[in-house]
Structures are given as C-alpha cells and as structure tokens.
C-alpha cells in the first residue's frame, strides 16, 4: 500500500456458476499462474485450493465464498471463489456485493441450469459486470464426440440464451428464476435458424467483443476470439481487429479471393465452414485426435511446437497417457490464466469506474422530507460521503467507509502469530471471546478512504438513519476499535497494516458489534448501504435441545456463534419456547448442525423432525368471478356471533382473493410494509414503486377474468373491484400478509338502536386507491345515547383490527397462517336494553372480561367460522426441481417422485448428451430426503436441485365423508374411509403442536382372550 497507490491498477472479481460447472478448478488456475506460488501448477484443479474446510473436501462442493489476492501485469486482482449450490445462495449474495466483475461459467455440456438464472440474476441486482466463460470445452471432443459444426452450433446457442436470460431480467420481465425458466430456453430455435443468427449490438455477451471465452478448467487451457486472431492476422493478411469480428457468427472465409463474406455471399452449394468452426475449433479437433487416439499423428503436435515456440518438456511428450501430453501441449500453447486474468483486465471496471455505476444500487438516493431541513449540515455532509464513495476516494484524508459483507469464523491457531513488522502476536487478549476456540473476521470492502489497525470506526446496522437523534438511533449504531487488518489467501491471512479504497480485506475486532453485514464508516453522518438481496429464504426449520440439559448454556452460546458465522441462517425461539433453526436446504443444515457440534457448541445434540410451515384457505374453484364477489354482498352468507354480554354482534363475509393477487401481496410484503408505516419511497427507474404495485394489483386482478367473458362483464367485474379495492381497512397476518380486512359496503342498513364500528379504508389511501378519507364526518344525531355509542364504537376499531390479525395469524384447521382471503367485517354495537342493565355494566365486566376483549375474540372466532364454513382448504409450499438424470434410470426417477407426490411440468432430452432434464415441483413437506432417496435408487446416476416456487391449495377436503353411493363404493362407509393426504398433514401439525386430534385411542374394542395361563 505504498504512496505510488494506483486505485485503477485493482479488480475485484467473483467466479459465479451452477453447481459442479468447475468454479474451485478455474480459481486453482488462476491462483497456480498468479498467486505468488502458493499452489503448484501441477496440483491445479485437483487440490481445489479454495476448499479449505473438510466438509467442502468431503462433498466436493464449495460451501462459502473466500478470497484471494492475485498479481497478474502489474494489476491486483481480488477473486472471490463462490459457492454454486442452491442452499448456498447467500453466499453469492456476499460475494457478488464486494465484487465490481463476475465470472459467469457454463457447462458446455449441461448448458444453462437454474443456478446460471440465479447468478446471472444476482450480478444483475448488484449492478456487477459480466463476463461468460463456457467451460468443459474437452467434453465436446472426447465425451459427446461432436464435429466441429455441432460444437460450434451448441456453443452460439449457450451464448444466445445467457444472453436471453440478461435481457430478461434487464425488462424486468419475471419476478423470480422459477418463472424465467418455466418461460422456456430463450434460444430456443431450430438449428439451421440458430446457426446463422446474426448477435444483436444490445447482447450482453459477444465473443468478438472478448468478454466470453471457451476453456477447459481442469486441462488448464482457455482462448477468447482475440488470441486466435492475433495468430492469423499475419496468415491471412488482415488486422487482428477486424478478424476478431468476423471469427464469430456467419462469416465466411474464401481462400480464392482472400474475401471474408457473409452468408449471402457465398457460392450456392458452398460448403464453407463459419470461420470460427474452420480456424478455431477445426485445429482443436485436430490437436485432440492426434494427442488422444492411439494411430494419432504425433508430427502434428511437433509442427504446433515448433510453430509457436512452445517449451514442453521432452519427458511430457513421451508420457504413456495421451491425457498429459494433451495437457501439457495444450496449457503452453493456450495458457487458461492468461486468457481469463487478460478479459478480466480488459472488460472488467476498476473499482472507480465501477463505483460510479454501483453507487445507485449500493448508497441509494434518500428522498429529504421537509421537516429534515433543519438537520441541512447532516444531509451536507452525507452527500459528501456518498460522493467520495462515487468516486472511489482513496486518500488517506478523505472520509472511510467500507462495507461488511458477512462474519466468518476462523480457529484461533489459524491467525497469523507475527504483525506486519514481524513481531510475535498474542492472539488471545481479545475480550469477550475467551470462552471460544474462533475468532470472528469480517469480510469487508472499503469503498472510500483508507482502513488502518487500531482505528475507530462507527458500525452502521441497515436500518440506522443520522437524521435521526435520541435513544432510537443509538440502537443502531455503535463505535468499534479495528484490531487488526488481513489480506485474504483462501485460507492464509497476511497481516496487513492498511488498506486504500478498491480493497478487500478481513477486519478483526468488529465480532461483538456485527451480528451478519453492516457499514463502517469514520463519520456518524453517513447512510448505511442498501441491504442484500437473497435469492432464497430459509425455509428448513428444525427444532434443536441439547441431549443432556445441562448443557443448554453451551447450545445457545453455540447458537449465538453459529447466527453470526453464517450469513443466512436464522435461530429463533419458537411460541412452545423451542430453538429453531432455519436453513436453506438440508445439506445447508446438515452443515449448520455439524458446525454446532464440533465448532461451537461442542455438545450432543437432539434434532426434532422438519418444522413445515402451511397456510389455510377455504376452497374458490368457481369458475364464475362473480360467483366470488356475490358472497360479499348476499345476505345469506354470513357467520354472525354475539358477544357474551349480548352488547356487540359481528358479522363476517368471506372471499378468496385471486391466486395472482394472493402472490403479489406476498411477494411485495418488504414494500407493502414500508408503505403502511408511511416511510418516504424513493422512485427507481423514472417510476414510483407504490404505482408500479398499484398497477401490478389491477394486472393480477384482470388476469383472473378469462378473455372469453364478454367486454361488458369485464367492465362490470372491474367495477366491484374497484369498489372493494377502495374499502381495504387492513392486511394481515402482521399487518402486511396476504389476506384483506374490508370495511362494510356504505350501504349497509344500520339498525336504529345499534351502530356499526365504521374503519378508515387505510390501506386504499397509502396505496392511493382513494385519496385521505374526510374524517369530519357530520354526525347529525344530536342525542347524547347514540353519540356516546358512537364514541364507543371508535374505541372498538382496534378490537376488530386484533380479532382479524388473530385470526388470519392462526387459522381454525391447524393453527397456521391465513392465506389469500378477504374479510367483511360488520361488527354493531347496541345500547343498554335499560338503566338496571347499565349499573350492572361493572359487574358484567367481570363476568365475561373487558368488552373490547369480547369484541375481539367474536370477531376471531366468526372470522375462524366462516372458513370452515366455506370448505377450508390447506395450502402447502412447493418447491420447483430440477432433476438430471440418464436414460436407463427415468424409470427408478419417476418412481420416486410419484412417491413423493411430484407433479411432472416438462421433461425434455439434452441434445448431444444421455441426460434427460425434468422439472417437477414437489411439496416441501413430501422434500426431505429426497436427493438421498433419488441417489439410492439411481445409483447416484440422478442429480436435483430445489429451489422454493410458490404455495398451492390442496383439492383434498380435510373432511371428506363418502356421501353419494358412488363415493360409499370408491371410499367405504363411513366407519373404514382411509385419512386423505390433507387430514394427515393436518393431524400431523396438530399433534407437533399440541391441540387436539380426532383418532381412534382402541381400533377394534373386541375383548381380550387370555387363552394360556402363565404365572
């Protein structure tokens, strides 16, 4: 970090991909070429340098992101090797937040799975720059057997549809990576099309731009379009530049002319080749046949030797196994580190141009409400910091901040034992952390200034806010002192003494302060960054004891270290008062409890069965949409109950809100919350989040009226909706779920003596479905009996809000959350039948409990009633699969799945490879132990990755009795009819939780027969 400090001279870069596409091979390379001979170039891509912990070894995946510093030109390149496992996605999360460049990889065989849409997703929410690397060329050649035509045709048709997939996302055309890939492969058109498609300027990745490259990881070799350029430019007479442009796409060169054409102007009946089939793959083929057949020509691959200088060994060449000759011919003549650090260097930003563009996605712009002003110096000055952070500000002098992406811990015996200046350290003064074997790091970048051990820096939470003073604020902001300062090499660190802007390095010192991400900065008057978005939620729940009580202080000491080691689990206790642990897929938790036991509980422990969450709706297969709507309005279908003392009746209309609508409100719970508690909502791409909503509210409304309905119903249809939308009082569960609390239509008759409980359409007004209701109200009747009714009817509106929240919080089957429903709620309050009736008010109220408390339970328990009125359905989540899988084993694969009660989406043949894909979705109480059971059956053949898609009713009725004679002759009568899958699930969560369940104690009560006697 010397005064010649050239910020532009650094990259920061993470290496992105599906499971298993060779992420931890292509970082052996590179670290091999680069990083200052901490790995041998003959151990590359079989030690995986970057896998450092036992279980990553063991399961051959990578399980964290880590970095390390490479020097490549004269430029530092920081590269962050991540995790390609749907579980942990988090991970990429960190990764891709510290990083300017991704390194997108493919598998040219398998192609683009749902990990690719994930990633490529990521990098596009953290505004972080692309580049493709197509990985596994070799497999082509040797596996698929491909000529180069075809290799050539699979290869465009990968580009074409990554390139797809970004443009997709660019349009924000699909909320999720489930949709993206349920849309269907992008490039997928017939051959003869897609061999000729000429790449749009707009495309993201254009091999003739450079920013895509063809390797092969694990053989060490890899080349852009330009080095092949750059070897013929000579040859053929023509500049490189304008080679590289025509060796991708339909060009084609004619030796007669020395004329590069495009396809319409070759001869008919030409049979060229695209140049790059004829001058790229062709020599590659060739190489790979001399090398690896038996009656291969060896001259050949002396003539390459020669012709390019290339210094193999002697002793190499003569090797029995073609596959190290191969190799060391191959990784002399096209170096796979030169060719990715070279595009890295190239097309990747420098931190200063990179946080230029970043700086709307990582410090956003605040909108400044008027009553702010007077803080003016505050705002001033967190303009500043957000300028220097735009800028990249690395001057000593200018304002630090850096931001922490995740807590990591490490064994005490791993830290370094000397400082920078060499002097022995003691690595155990630390307080706080006497009692643990770890010391946490955090993984961090500086984004403005300058970083130095020793230093005092303010830790920022997300949700800190310096125009804010008093007790509120200082919860979310604290002063820390920086121990000390390491550059990250896997598993080594390097003390260090400070570190400049455009860094990353691992803090010490900070592992009482930050529980996962937060923001250093040297100022109080700075915003903290935007938070992570992850991909994924934790939705593997299990409940965890210690086998012996007694060690219950270590289980939650254990606990505490675990929820800051790790970026996306959760642990909670539960309302039984259990500790739950939340993961996002078994192998993460199978991860999550090994670390518990061995790292930092160091106890035995007892793991409960998962923990599955469902939702309760009542059943809305009407096909009619007015069917729907006219339950709202009819008189008939209503639940009414009366309050113990008689004094308050409530009646309740219910309605299934479309699935469409159900999801939005869902998926918008972060928004909708933001917007209830009337927080200031910044504009993002020239249009306002609460229109964008209120316009995805009416798009999921219309897309329930199916287009053969006639114009005029749809008009009238848009009308009740219309209507409804402007009556909506509240959301619930937790004020932001998914079901509605309407007010009772302006037209409902109140009764002469009673009066209603009026609400205030509050939500419709934040959402600006109806603008600020008139409070002033003119309340014309002057008698004093009916106004202090009505005084008591406004002191029970937030009774009813509470009986709705309860109620849609824990529904009537099995005590789970509500789900897509719309509550009317008439609750009328009737005066005292006489004045003996009101001095026995007191004695009333301690009969029966305080009157908004009655109030509050009628409202939750007609709410409850009514669902099981209205034939109560269950709701289980669903997880969207992706199996893998060759042909032999389908059969065992459909086996399992039917077992598991999967429903089969598509199923479609890899072309060029033995390996069927199929998407499936599968429930998540039916998804545990699925991919051991999957790898049972097919002899580890089959391979599936889940991801959660969405939740889904149960046809199934809970309470299904045969009644028809049909029904009696498919199901028994009544005393034999088998539980159905909805009742099980049902029973299943009652019992887990206590309540009660209808089953038999005694079966068969027939009397017992001692018939020997045994004394």
Not at 34 to 45: C, E
Request: hydrophobic content about 40%; some cysteine; aromatic content about 8%.
């Amino acid at each position: 970090m010397a005064d010649s400090y050239d910020c532009r001279s650094i990259r920061n870069i993470c290496i992105l991909a599906h499971v298993d596409h060779g992420k931890t091979t292509l970082a052996d390379h590179l670290i091999a070429s680069s990083g200052g001979g901490v790995l041998h170039p003959k151990q590359a891509g079989r030690l995986r340098f970057m896998d450092y912990l036992d279980e990553e070894q063991r399961r051959a995946i990578t399980m964290k992101s880590s970095s390390i510093a490479l020097q490549y030109k004269g430029h530092a390149i920081n590269l962050i090797d991540s995790p390609g496992h749907m579980d942990f996605c988090s991970e990429v999360s960190t990764a891709s937040r510290l990083s300017d460049g991704g390194l997108v990889l493919v598998d040219a065989v398998e192609g683009v799975h749902i990990q690719t849409h994930a990633v490529l997703r990521q990098a596009w929410i953290e505004k972080v720059t692309p580049c493709l690397v197509l990985n596994k060329i070799d497999r082509l050649i040797v596996e698929l057997k491909l000529s180069p035509m075809e290799a050539y045709n699979r290869l465009q048709r990968i580009v074409h549809e990554v390139n797809g997939i970004v443009s997709a996302y660019k349009s924000e055309k699909y909320l999720s990576d489930v949709d993206s890939i349920l849309a269907g492969p992008v490039g997928e058109t017939g051959d003869e099309s897609q061999e000729f498609v000429e790449d749009d300027e707009e495309d993201t990745f254009q091999p003739q731009k450079g920013n895509v490259v063809f390797v092969c990881a694990l053989d060490g070799w890899g080349f852009g379009i330009c080095e092949f350029a750059e070897f013929y430019a000579s040859k053929l007479g023509a500049s490189s530049a304008s080679l590289q442009k025509a060796l991708w796409g339909p060009r084609y060169f004619i030796p007669k002319t020395k004329m590069i054409v495009g396809k319409k102007g070759l001869a008919a009946g030409s049979k060229a080749r695209p140049m790059f089939v004829q001058f790229v793959l062709e020599p590659l083929w060739q190489v790979y046949e001399a090398a690896m057949d038996t009656d291969g020509d060896k001259k050949f691959l002396e003539k390459l030797i020669k012709t390019f200088n290339l210094s193999v060994p002697p002793r190499e060449l003569q090797n029995k196994d073609p596959k190290v000759v191969l190799q060391s011919v191959m990784s002399r003549w096209l170096p796979l580190s030169d060719a990715i650090l070279s595009m890295v260097i190239k097309h990747m930003p420098d931190p200063i141009s990179a946080q230029a563009f970043r700086v709307s996605r990582l410090l956003p712009k605040r909108e400044i409400l008027d009553d702010d002003f007077a803080n003016s110096d505050v705002i001033a000055e967190a303009e500043l910091v957000r300028k220097s952070v735009e800028a990249c500000d690395s001057q000593p002098e200018s304002v630090c901040v850096a931001f922490v992406s995740k807590m990591f811990a490490v064994p005490m015996k791993m830290l370094p034992q000397r400082d920078v200046n060499g002097e022995i350290l003691n690595n155990y003064t630390e307080g706080g952390n006497g009692d643990s074997d770890e010391c946490f790091l955090a993984f961090a970048r500086v984004f403005s200034g300058e970083l130095h051990s020793g230093q005092k820096v303010f830790v920022l939470s997300a949700l800190y806010d310096p125009l804010k003073t008093g007790d509120s604020a200082h919860k979310h902001i604290q002063e820390a002192e920086l121990h000390s300062l390491y550059l990250m090499m896997g598993q080594g660190l390097t003390p260090v003494a400070s570190a400049r802007a455009g860094n990353i390095v691992a803090i010490r010192g900070l592992g009482q302060h930050i529980l996962k991400s937060a923001t250093l900065s040297s100022t109080k008057n700075c915003w903290p960054f935007s938070s992570m978005t992850f991909q994924v939620s934790p939705t593997l729940k299990v409940a965890i004891e210690p086998s012996d009580p007694v060690d219950m202080a270590a289980l939650m000491r254990g606990l505490r270290l675990l929820n800051r080691a790790d970026p996306f689990v959760e642990v909670s206790v539960s309302a039984r008062g259990e500790h739950v642990l939340a993961a996002a897929g078994e192998v993460h938790l199978e991860r999550c409890i090994k670390d518990l036991k061995e790292r930092f509980a160091k106890v035995n422990l007892e793991i409960s069965p998962p923990l599955v969450s469902f939702r309760e709706t009542i059943e809305g297969e009407s096909l009619n949409p007015f069917d729907k709507l006219k339950s709202l309005t009819g008189n008939s279908n209503y639940i009414e109950k009366t309050t113990p003392n008689g004094r308050c009746t409530v009646r309740v209309h219910i309605l299934k809100l479309p699935d469409a609508l159900t999801k939005l409100l869902d998926d918008s719970s972060d928004l909708l919350e933001d917007i209830i508690a009337g927080k200031a909502i910044r504009a993002q791409d020239d249009e306002h989040p609460v229109e964008s909503l209120k316009k995805r509210i009416w798009d999921a409304i219309e897309s329930e009226i199916s287009d053969t309905n006639a114009e005029k119903d749809r008009e009238k249809y848009k009308l009740l909706w219309e209507n409804l939308l402007k009556r909506i009082w509240a959301l619930g569960p937790r004020q932001v779920g998914p079901n509605m609390l309407l007010l009772p239509d302006s037209t409902t008759e109140e009764d002469g003596s009673s009066v209603l409980v009026k609400g205030t359409p509050y939500v419709s007004e934040r959402l600006g479905f109806v603008s600020n209701s008139d409070e002033s109200e003119a309340k014309t009747s002057t008698s004093a009996e009916i106004r202090s009714l009505n005084e008591e009817a406004d002191s029970l509106r937030s009774s009813v809000l509470s009986g709705f929240q309860v109620a849609t919080g824990s529904g009537p089957l099995c005590d789970e959350p509500m789900w897509g429903l719309a509550f009317v709620i008439e609750a009328s309050v009737s005066p005292f039948v006489s004045e003996t009736e009101a001095i026995h008010q007191q004695s009333q109220s301690d009969q029966y409990g305080v009157f908004s408390g009655q109030v509050m339970t009628a409202v939750k328990e007609a709410c409850k009633t009514a669902v099981l009125q209205k034939n109560p359905r269950i709701v289980e989540g669903m997880y969207f699969c992706e199996l893998n899988t060759p042909t032999e084993f389908l059969g065992a694969m459909y086996a399992v799945l039917s077992r598991r009660r999967a429903r089969i989406l598509k199923e479609e043949m890899q072309e060029g490879s033995p390996l069927f894909t199929v998407h499936a979705y599968v429930p998540v109480a039916e998804s545990f132990g699925f991919a051991d059971e999957l790898r049972r059956w097919t002899s580890g053949a089959s391979s599936a990755l889940l991801v959660l898609s969405h939740w889904e009713a149960l046809a199934e009725d809970p309470f299904f009795v045969p009644k028809t004679e049909e029904e009696k002759e498919e199901f028994g009568d009544g005393s034999s009819v088998l539980q159905n899958t909805a009742r099980k699930l049902i029973d299943g969560v009652r019992r887990r939780k206590g309540l009660p369940v209808e089953e038999k104690v005694v079966q068969f009560a027939t009397k017992q027969r001692t018939l020997a006697r045994k004394v």
